[in-house]
């Protein structure tokens, strides 16, 4: 079926605005990642879920972000008050299972530019 | 916690040449070793894995990888290389889990450019 997809492509805010970032996933992955890209870099772990449970917030850099996935399928990435330091591709990754041994399939990511 | 080092930002070659691209992990335990890639314009997308056994895995379009535990690496090669492999590379690693939460971490990648 179809990939994983994200929305918007690309998003621009003026600091200080919130953003929400949304992610559907492979239908049926009950795994799904979020991951932050910086210019020039490598993707950073943000989060984890396993169905509608968030098992793994640890990478999240701020009391400003904040993931949901309340029915186990879309999440959503929300940032709060941004600020220039979130400019950056947000990527979503999801997998058949929990377990590294289930390849992530990754989104096209979202470009947020916080201006 | 586990960190992931690339030598190689960029790098250039010609058609025909042979590649390979430098990958090592800081971790004290057992670990899932990955490379992405992703090409102009495209997600990322698995290239190829190590979990166990066989320290010489092979992936799509002709790569390679060797895992050496004794230097903590796990290198990318191919043989000869074409035009249509200009990507951006990635290793990345995750903790042997058996199960559990498997967030990647990532190096920086290496910008592979291959000139015709």
């Known amino acids: 079926g179809a990939g994983v997809s994200q929305s918007p492509r690309y998003k621009v805010a003026k600091r200080g605005q919130d953003v929400a970032l949304r992610c559907d996933p492979i239908s049926g992955h009950v795994s799904l990642f979020w991951y932050q890209q910086a210019l020039g870099q490598g993707p950073e772990f943000l989060t984890y879920?396993?169905?509608?449970?968030?098992?793994?917030k640890s990478g999240l850099p701020s009391d400003r972000f904040f993931a949901e996935r309340p029915e186990g399928s879309v999440s959503t990435l929300k940032i709060q008050r941004t600020q220039q330091e979130d400019s950056a591709v947000y990527l979503c990754?999801?997998?058949?299972?929990?377990?590294?041994?289930?390849?992530?399939?990754f989104g096209p990511g979202t470009r947020l530019t916080v201006t | 916690a586990q960190s992931v080092s690339q030598h190689n930002h960029h790098v250039i070659l010609s058609e025909a040449a042979s590649l390979e691209l430098g990958c090592n992990y800081s971790?004290?335990?057992?670990?899932?070793l990955f490379w992405y890639v992703q090409y102009p314009g495209q997600h990322l997308q698995l290239l190829l894995k190590?979990?166990?056994?066989?320290?010489l895995v092979k992936g799509i379009k002709g790569f390679e990888a060797e895992f050496i535990k004794s230097k903590f690496s796990f290198n990318l090669r191919k043989p000869s290389v074409q035009w249509s492999d200009t990507a951006e590379y990635f290793c990345a690693v995750t903790p042997y889990s058996g199960g559990g939460a498997d967030g990647l971490t990532f190096g920086k990648g290496t910008h592979l450019i291959i000139q015709p």
């Open positions: 971790y004290g335990g057992t670990v899932n």
């Open positions: 190590y979990f166990s056994g066989d320290p």
């Open positions: 990754a999801s997998s058949l299972t929990q377990g590294a041994r289930y390849e992530q399939y």
């Open positions: 879920f396993q169905n509608e449970a968030q098992l793994d």
